[in-house]
């Protein structure tokens, strides 16, 4: 019984490590070249895991891609909860705005926009990352609300999409350098709208 106990942890343990290795490799290949040119057996050659498996566990290209992604995003953006709406939102956006520091991430993301625009099947994962994303901020927001630091009528959503579409808006038009150190003065001007009026 305790053998066998040991080889189901094992084989468990084996697992997960397969699949984070998957997952790393996804999103390196996808940072680097881009989803077109993403393949299932480009990741099974860096990551060392079978096809096969990678297709058991993922039923497509794109819902690998996405699931690596969010990963990858998940361990570089905070979700700050410091107390105070400012503090919380200009450290996410802080982060947010630091992709372009990396320009092959950058182009990733601009990669995948483009890609959601064209591949419905992409555009459903893509999405659906997008929404976890906007939970975080709607997050901050609500809870500056509760705190009373936020007008108690706001529409989350809509505060929501003034932030994600001046990153995007400069990210993809480039008429304008996205910078870490815009961050606070960013949010500064968001709130300006979104307080209790006296």
């Known amino acids: 019984m305790g053998n066998t106990a040991g080889s189901r942890t094992g084989g468990r343990v084996r697992s997960d490590a397969a699949r984070a290795d998957v997952l790393r490799a996804s999103a390196e290949i996808l940072e680097e070249r881009g989803y077109g040119r993403?393949?299932?057996?480009?990741?099974?050659?860096?990551?060392?895991?079978?096809?096969?498996?990678?297709?058991?566990?993922?039923?497509?290209r794109a819902e690998l891609a996405m699931d690596a992604y969010a990963?990858?995003?998940?361990?570089?953006?905070p979700e700050p909860d410091t107390g105070a709406v400012e503090t919380d939102l200009a450290e996410f956006v802080t982060e947010l705005y630091r992709v372009?520091?990396?320009?092959?991430?950058?182009?990733a993301l601009r990669g995948m926009m483009a890609e959601a625009q064209l591949d419905p099947e992409f555009a459903r994962h893509f999405r659906e990352w997008v929404g976890t994303r906007r939970a975080v901020v709607a997050g901050i927001l609500a809870r500056?609300?509760?705190?009373?630091?936020?007008?108690?009528?706001?529409?989350?959503?809509?505060?929501?999409?003034?932030?994600?579409?001046?990153?995007?808006?400069?990210?993809?038009?480039?008429?304008?350098?996205?910078r870490p150190d815009q961050a606070a003065?960013?949010?500064?001007?968001?709130?300006?709208g979104l307080r209790p009026r006296a």
């Open 38 to 60: 993403m393949t299932i057996e480009g990741v099974a050659a860096r990551s060392g895991v079978a096809k096969s498996t990678i297709y058991r566990w993922w039923r497509s």
């Open 71 to 77: 990963e990858a995003v998940a361990g570089r953006m």
């Open 100 to 107: 372009t520091e990396f320009p092959v991430r950058a182009q």
């Open 144 to 178: 500056g609300v509760d705190r009373g630091e936020l007008a108690a009528d706001i529409d989350l959503d809509r505060a929501t999409d003034h932030l994600f579409g001046l990153f995007w808006y400069r990210l993809l038009v480039e008429h304008s350098a996205v």
């Open 185 to 192: 003065g960013d949010i500064a001007q968001l709130l300006t």
